[in-house]
Nanobody
Framework: QVKLEESGGGSVQAGGSLRLSCAASGWLASWYRNTACMAWFREAPGEGREGVAVIYTGDKTTSYADSVRGRFSISQTNSANTLYLSMVNLTPEDTAVYFC????????????????????WGQGTQVTVSS
């Protein structure tokens, strides 16, 4: 069972930046780690959980939600044991709990922001952006 632990959340003013980290461990085998979809989701108060960025660990292909494209960047270490979300030009609308998610062994499948694709989740880290 993959274990995910987020860190790096906090409070910033609008226009500020943050980098979130997600430490991943417990992969059954390197193949599952090297062919995983990994993603960042967020959940604002009273809202559903929204996928904001995904990455395929095999070739580091990424995609983003329209709401964050150009401001957020998802990346990983070469070992894929740490996932990052770099966020710049933050706005109050980015205030949410941010979750890291993983779908091990996703070779041949598209990495999407469909929550049901992901089988491992972190506990979340709070990001608060004030105006």
């Amino acid at each position: 069972q993959v274990k995910l632990e987020e860190s790096g959340g906090g409070s910033v003013q609008a226009g500020g930046s943050l980098r979130l980290s997600c430490a991943a461990s417990g992969w059954l085998a390197s193949w599952y780690r090297n062919t995983a979809c990994m993603a960042w989701f967020r959940e604002a108060p009273g809202e559903g959980r929204e996928g904001v960025a995904v990455i395929y660990t095999g070739d580091k292909t990424t995609s983003y939600a329209d709401s964050v494209r150009g401001r957020f960047s998802i990346s990983q270490t070469n070992s894929a044991n740490t996932l990052y979300l770099s966020m710049v030009n933050l706005t109050p609308e980015d205030t949410a709990v941010y979750f890291c998610a993983a779908a091990p062994g996703s070779y041949g499948r598209a990495c999407t922001t469909d929550r049901s694709q992901y089988t491992a989740w972190g506990q979340g880290t709070q990001v608060t952006v004030s105006s």
